[in-house]
């Protein structure tokens, strides 16, 4: 249990950290986005450029090479051009949202559920189409707002973590109790 409740505890203050600095300096966090997207970018590139020479046969080979040199371009792209890259990623989310919220308004009604259930879905489905709606109106204010409403997950998130951590140690001790000698 000490071992699971050390974990807890860490995650809950480290998503608790995260979030504050979120929340107090969203910028930041929309350039921190940014960078971790250039990495992943320039990652994906090493992996592919591995893929490429393990290959036996030219057509993947030219594939995965072709794949690489445009994950490259991503990557110095984005840390070339952060604020950009900070609208293009604001915009894919928009898009996101605008594919899963018509997904789950059509499934509203499509599906053989009850009036409650098809009402959540219709509701959740509606919440992302106005999500990304707004996002497509103003990307630039938009990222901003992803920051913070992230940060405020984060320090949600975090704290639930923590009284879980805090409940997994009131059990053990109540196990401790309970339990024959």
């Not at 990495?39 to 090479?65: C, E, K, M, N, Q």
């Not at 599906?111 to 009402?119: L, S």
Request: proline share 3%; charged share 10%.
């Amino acid at each position: 249990m000490r071992t699971l409740r050390s974990a807890l505890i860490w995650r809950g203050v480290l998503a608790v950290v995260i979030g504050v600095v979120a929340v107090a300096w969203p910028g930041i966090t929309v350039g921190a986005f940014v960078i971790l997207f250039a990495v992943y970018a320039f990652l994906s590139t090493i992996t592919d450029l591995a893929l490429a020479f393990r290959a036996d046969r030219a057509g993947p080979v030219i594939g995965y090479i072709i794949v690489a040199v445009l994950s490259a371009a991503a990557g110095v792209f984005a840390l070339a051009s952060p604020a950009l890259t900070a609208l293009v990623l604001t915009v894919f989310v928009a898009a996101w949202a605008l594919v899963t919220g018509i997904t789950e308004v059509v499934m509203a009604f499509q599906r053989g559920e009850h009036v409650g259930e098809r009402a959540m879905w219709a509701l959740g489905g509606l919440v992302s189409i106005t999500l990304a709606i707004a996002l497509f109106l103003r990307p630039d204010i938009g990222a901003l707002s992803l920051a913070t409403v992230f940060g405020l997950f984060s320090l949600i998130y975090g704290a639930t973590v923590l009284a879980t951590a805090a409940q997994v140690t009131s059990a053990d001790a109540a196990m401790r109790v309970t339990a024959p000698i």
